[in-house]
Nanobody
Framework: QVQLVESGGGLVQAGGSLRLSCAAS????????MGWYRQAPGKQRELVAI???????NYADSVKGRFTISRDNAKNTVYLQMNSLKPEDTAVYYC????????????WGQGTQVTVSS
């Protein structure tokens, strides 16, 4: 069974840092793009950051300079380092990956809560 499992969320004060991890497991041929999305209460899910299999990255304007996405292809894992956190970063963060299994299928993690207190 192919799945994405996230970890690393929690409660942090404004200005603090958190690191999210997301590991893919199961019968995976390869993984194309991996990314992080977030959804705050009453808002639509939005892209936070994405990284291709070759390492190219793209970020939402709201997190540029504060968040860093990276991946370890040997471990099928993607990370999101979040620094200088703000209360408006509070949301459920979801991991996403396009995995070749062997068809290319879009997978989502279960989500992890990030709460930033002011």
């Amino acid at each position: 069974q192919v799945q994405l499992v996230e970890s690393g969320g929690g409660l942090v004060q404004a200005g603090g840092s958190l690191r999210l991890s997301c590991a893919a497991s199961g019968s995976i041929f390869s993984i194309k793009a991996m990314g992080w999305y977030r959804q705050a209460p009453g808002k639509q899910r939005e892209l936070v950051a994405i990284i291709t299999s070759g390492g190219s990255t793209n970020y939402a304007d709201s997190v540029k300079g504060r968040f860093t996405i990276s991946r370890d292809n040997a471990k099928n894992t993607v990370y999101l380092q979040m620094n200088s956190l703000k209360p408006e970063d509070t949301a459920v963060y979801y991991c996403n990956a396009d995995m070749v299994v062997p068809d290319v299928i879009d997978y989502w993690g279960q989500g992890t809560q990030v709460t930033v207190s002011s």
